[in-house]
């Protein structure tokens, strides 16, 4: 059974991994599979420091922390970047970097708080008996379970926005579809969502 969790927490590192360097490193060089092979790498990182997160290795995952925080905050931008990328101007995703400015700053944030404010010792104490809900009495924990709440709060908060605008994007691309040319046999960018 050990043997059958391991394969289920590697597997989703090693798939991405491979079809992100599999895109990245292929002929036809479009940004679309670009950002495509960046948001596959961003996934695989993620799913790698669950990895270590699952299997109780905090001593490898506590200098991760900060970091995978900020990748779980680049997934929702980095398949909208994709989309833009399929159906807009190259022109116009250059003012898209904006959408990663929450995970730049949980970044910084998420690094002070965890490597300078909190330190090492506590925050592994705080991530080995946090999952069993143990309440944590020192100002400095309460910090930390204040952080991590606004970290989820932002993370649901941009599933929404994005949600939404992953189904308004191609709708309106459609609509210049059929404004602006003459499509005879109905293609539609549809099939995205």
Request: with cysteine; glycine share 4%; charged share 15%.
């Amino acid at each position: 059974m050990d043997h059958l969790k391991i394969f289920l927490l590697v597997t989703p590192f090693i798939v991405p991994l491979f079809l992100s360097f599999q895109l990245y490193f292929s002929p036809k060089q479009i940004l679309s599979r670009k950002i495509i092979s960046l948001a596959l790498l961003n996934t695989s990182l993620i799913y790698f420091c669950n990895y270590f997160y699952f299997c109780n290795e905090y001593t490898l995952y506590a200098p991760l922390h900060s970091v995978h925080a900020a990748l779980e905050l680049s997934i929702f931008p980095l398949i909208h970047l994709y989309i833009k990328s399929l159906i807009g101007t190259n022109k116009n995703i250059k003012r898209e970097w904006l959408h990663f400015l929450p995970a730049v700053v949980v970044l910084i944030i998420g690094s002070y708080l965890f490597y300078i404010y909190i330190g090492k010792g506590d925050l592994l104490q705080f991530l080995e008996k946090n999952k069993s809900h143990s309440s944590f009495s020192a100002a400095k924990f309460q910090v930390l379970n204040i952080a991590r709440y606004i970290d989820l709060s932002i993370l649901i908060l941009q599933g929404i926005f994005y949600g939404i605008s992953f189904f308004r994007l191609p709708r309106h691309y459609d609509e210049l579809l059929k404004n602006e040319f003459s499509n005879i046999d109905f293609f539609s960018i549809g099939w995205i969502n």
